[in-house]
């Protein structure tokens, strides 16, 4: 902890963000292919396969719901952080568990109920998307980390 506090508000915007936009360049990296193709596959979670025909304004739909999940997700941690002092304490121990949350969950829930393709991991993209996950949940809880919180609770 550093002695200041930042804003749970500034946390989840900062956090959210830059581990949203993150993500889409790692994801990239990961299957070499372009930013747009990305934020292409994450609108065809509303629009399904013809997301790939689509153009500027489609990769625009996929990096606004990008940043959408991400600012939850980011709000998730920073909620819990406010009860749970540990997870400040202990922020990057903290962030690492919640990156393989979020892999689960995006994987076994949200990607199953969405309208995208179901992906296929090589053992190397498996991996790939591991990591950076928990890079995610690393730069979410960093941001988190002096927040301050409610009464604490040592759970």
Known sequence: MTGTRTSPWVAILYGGMFAGTMDVFAASLINMVSPLIILRAIASGLLGRTAFQGGMPVSLLGLGLQWAMSLLIAAIFVIATRRLVWMRERWAAAGLAYGVMIFAVMEYVVVP?????????????????????????????????????APEVRA
Do not use: E, I, Q, Y
Not at 117 to 136: E, I, Q, R
């Open 113 to 149: 109920l969405s309208a995208a393709a179901k992906p296929h991991f090589t053992a190397l993209s498996l991996a790939g998307n591991v990591l950076a996950m928990l890079l995610f949940g690393l730069v979410v809880s960093f941001f988190a980390r002096d927040t301050g919180g």
